[in-house]
């Protein structure tokens, strides 16, 4: 029997792996990292408590992979790569920018 590490693992590999933007912003933006290390988190804890409640391996794995489809959107994540592209490339970027303090 797989460990339930191995499961969820396998259900968020397996999302990073097909939806090629969470997988970009998983490796290039911490607060979306943050969020999927969260989600996974959460994840390991519904999966015990489903396990507990006497739900099959193949259940559980069904509910786990439906939450994983609930992760954060990726796009957000994609603005702050390329702000702090912008930010790397030109580091005048706040001069130009057109909000005011």
């Known amino acids: 029997m797989r460990h339930r590490d191995q499961i969820i693992n396998e259900i968020v590999g397996r999302y990073l792996g097909e939806v090629r933007e969470a997988r970009n912003a998983y490796l290039n933006d911490a607060q979306y990292h ?3 290390d969260f989600m996974t988190r959460l994840m390991e804890i519904f ?3 489903m396990d507990q409640e ?7 794995y069904g509910v786990l992979q439906r ?10 994540a994609k603005k702050r790569i390329e702000m702090m592209k912008e930010m790397t490339i030109n580091p005048d970027w706040a001069k130009k920018a057109t909000w005011r303090w």
Request: aromatic share 0%.
């Open 67 to 76: 939450v994983m489809l609930s992760a954060p959107d990726p796009d957000e």
């Open 34 to 36: 943050a969020q999927i």
């Open 54 to 60: 006497g739900l099959s391996l193949a259940q559980r």
């Open 47 to 49: 999966d015990l408590a």
